[in-house]
């Protein structure tokens, strides 16, 4: 069975970081594509980072230069890593893995920017 979960989420007050993991169980992500997504209330879910097998990394444009997305495939975990936190960054973070039309993911874990 394949479980991505996720963790890391938290308050914090804006200007403030905060690293969130996604661990994965039941598959090997050395060969996925490993994103993070995010949705708040009432807003589509958006792709926030994503990172290729081949460790490529792409970012949504406002979070260029503010989130890190980085894998360890010895851990089989990948992370966020989120610095100058908005308020506008709040929402639910959840971790995809994609491979082949393979697509899992994870139960998310809510992040809150509010002073």
């Known amino acids: 069975q394949v479980r991505l979960v996720e963790s890391g989420g938290g308050l914090v007050q804006p200007g403030g970081s905060l690293r969130l993991s996604c661990v994965a169980s039941?598959?090997?992500?050395?060969?996925?594509?490993m994103s993070w997504f995010r949705q708040a209330p009432g807003n589509e879910r958006e792709l926030v980072a994503l990172t290729t097998a081949g460790g490529i990394a792409n970012y949504l444009d406002s979070v260029q230069g503010r989130f890190t997305i980085s894998r360890d495939n010895a851990k089989n975990t990948v992370y966020l890593q989120m610095n100058n936190l908005k308020p506008e960054d709040t929402a639910v973070y959840y971790c995809?893995?994609?491979?082949?039309?393979?697509?899992?993911r994870g139960q998310g874990t809510q992040v809150t920017v509010s002073s």
């Open positions: 039941g598959i090997r992500i050395n060969i996925f594509t």
């Open positions: 995809d893995a994609e491979w082949n039309r393979n697509i899992y």
